[in-house]
Nanobody, 127 residues
């Protein structure tokens, strides 16, 4: 069965960097998947951060990222790890970050309703 297991996150001062990773296993083998990250701050709706099309590694980002975040992937025989490197973090980046998998989409949409599987979430706190 499909599993998304996140790691990383934590606390950092404004201007600092953090990395979160997500290991995705048990998914149907194909290059036509979007894997990526959403986040949800207290009292706010969950929003897309960025996704990567695992077929060609092309990444898509939300406007607020402004070049500060980078999504990358590491492919293994039976798993894919999606990394989110976050630089120049701001207090408004504080949120629970969720790994998300969208299998067989027409394109990466960063729509919450398109996500097929979610990770458990990892907290990022910027002070």
């Amino acid at each position: 069965h499909v599993q998304l297991v996140e790691s990383g996150g934590g606390s950092v001062q404004a201007g600092g960097s953090l990395n979160v990773s997500c290991s995705v296993t048990g998914f149907p083998y194909s290059s036509t998947h979007c894997l990526g990250w959403f986040r949800q701050a207290p009292g706010k709706k969950r929003e897309g951060v960025g996704q990567i099309w695992i077929g060609d590694g092309r990444a898509y980002y939300a406007g607020f990222v402004e070049g500060r975040f980078t999504i990358s992937q590491d492919n293994a025989k039976r798993s894919v790890t999606v990394n989110l490197q976050m630089n120049n973090l701001k207090p408004e980046d504080t949120a629970m970050y969720y790994c998300a998998a969208d299998f067989f989409p027409a394109s990466c949409s960063m729509r919450e309703g398109a996500v097929d599987y979610w990770g458990q979430g990892t907290q990022v706190t910027v002070s």
